[in-house]
């Protein structure tokens, strides 16, 4: 398998473009299954997550054709005909966020079968919020051998949805299942996160009434069908997150270009009090710091727009050098500190209890060989390699390639000495 090695020290100066969101995209790409005209999406990022979810559209009865096209990365899927409602754990497994194909299969054609995703390594994430809103929206569901079996042979209702806790793909699920259902639905305590927003202009661009996506009410008006639309994704604002701590990190200049500073407020706001220079631009964000060491500051994940859940690794990677104690409270995920133990392999001093780490800066971190246990966490030891001294071989990579879009050429434009090497055929265990 492959390993990403980098050479701890070099700062970084230059530019980096943000991709389009992988989280928004295998949502957009999912609505395709709601119509039997082509949807075009650009702004596409290339990710594993998205290959995946291509492979699994294919099998379902999707043409799924990527491009560069005048707007850049394109992906053009088309679902005249859904040929098979059956998502099987195989490929659900491989990427969970594929469980969304069952709203839109129902909807579409009042039946589906589809796996269960299986917990992961940052909690157990049950979908029973998915299911429930689905219920709620007129499914019989069933689960049998880990497998929904789901049907509406008369089709979805709209309905009151009141979610007990804001979970943004259950938001999600319910908005791409009610779109074409008979009448009006309301989500309360809906997420607010902006890949919502981004979801429900892509429906409406396809002929759907949704309102209020990126606030706690959506209300979405049944139509009885959708048509074909070209949508842009969202620029990633965890990749452009990602970028502006491992700027912070290495110390240097990075202007991050095609993004919006908006979506990242409660990070940059935590960069500049840790002592870091921001300057927000047109399309993104300037990220400063000089040779001054920053200092330890405290982070509370939350929803949006809270401090992103998926920048909690790589915010903890920079309070290992940071002078003084930081406390990272996690409260999103229920074990979400599997890259502490990696860090600390690097020297870092970080305690863990319950839902807390507490982050006790060091002077320097030590290059050594460390382990990606999720796709945030991996590209949290990245970062913490670009100042560790020597080198740094981060193994199981294929969780950075699920989400990250040219991870290594993007940092070594701005200077940083990051290399992939190619497995070996050395068995991983
Ligand atoms: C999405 C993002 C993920 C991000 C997370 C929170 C995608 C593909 N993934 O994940 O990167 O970290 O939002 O911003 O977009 N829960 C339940 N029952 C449910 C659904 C969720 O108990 O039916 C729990 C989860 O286990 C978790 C919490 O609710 O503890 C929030 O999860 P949720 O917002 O649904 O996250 P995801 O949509 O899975």
Request: proline share 4%; hydrophobic share 45%; charged share 20%.
């Amino acid at each position: 398998m492959d390993r990403i090695a980098i050479i701890g020290g070099a700062q970084l100066h230059g530019e980096i473009p943000v991709s389009g969101a992988k989280n928004s995209a295998i949502k957009l790409m999912a609505a395709s299954l709601l119509t039997d005209e082509p949807l075009r999406l650009t702004n596409m990022p290339r990710l594993a997550d998205t290959r995946f979810l291509g492979k699994l559209l294919s099998r379902l009865g999707a043409s799924v054709t990527e491009s560069d096209g005048p707007d850049g990365q394109q992906t053009l899927l088309h679902a005249p005909e859904i040929t098979s409602g059956f998502a099987p754990y195989d490929l659900v497994r491989q990427m969970r966020a594929s469980f969304n194909v069952l709203g839109p299969l129902i909807a579409r054609t009042g039946q589906a079968k589809v796996s269960l995703p299986g917990g992961c390594t940052i909690g157990a994430r049950p979908v029973d919020l998915h299911l429930q809103a689905l219920e709620a929206l007129g499914a019989k569901i069933d689960l049998h051998e880990g497998y929904v079996y789901a049907q509406a042979p008369r089709g979805l209702k709209g309905a009151e949805i009141t979610f007990p806790f804001v979970s943004v793909g259950a938001t999600e699920h319910a908005m791409l299942a009610a779109v074409i259902a008979d009448g009006v639905t309301v989500l309360h305590n809906a997420a607010c996160e902006p890949e919502l927003l981004d979801l429900q202009e892509c429906l409406n661009a396809m002929g759907a009434k949704v309102e209020g996506a990126g606030t706690p009410t959506v209300t979405i008006t049944g139509v009885a069908r959708l048509h074909g639309a070209t949508h842009a994704v969202i620029p990633d604002r965890i990749e452009m997150g990602t970028f502006a701590v491992a700027a912070a990190m290495a110390g240097g200049e990075v202007r991050l270009t095609r993004a919006r500073p908006g979506l990242i407020d409660s990070l940059l706001v935590k960069l500049e009090e840790a002592g870091c220079g921001v300057e927000p631009t047109a399309d993104g964000v300037i990220i400063r710091r000089s040779a001054e060491r920053l200092k330890a500051v405290d982070i509370e994940t939350a929803a949006y727009p809270g401090f992103a859940t998926d920048l909690q690794a790589q915010f903890m990677a920079l309070m290992t050098v940071a002078d003084g104690e930081s406390r990272i409270r996690e409260t999103i995920f229920e074990n979400r500190f599997m890259h502490a133990p990696e860090l600390m392999r690097l020297g870092a001093d970080i305690s863990v209890s319950g839902g807390e780490a507490r982050v006790r800066g060091v002077a320097r971190l030590e290059g050594a060989e460390v382990m990606a246990t999720d796709l945030r966490a991996s590209v949290s030891l990245v970062i913490a390699g670009l100042v560790a001294r020597g080198e740094t071989t981060v193994s199981r990579i294929y969780h950075l390639d699920r989400g990250f879009e040219r991870l290594e050429a993007k940092l070594t434009a701005c200077g940083a000495q990051v290399r992939r090497i190619k497995g070996d055929g050395e068995a991983e265990l």
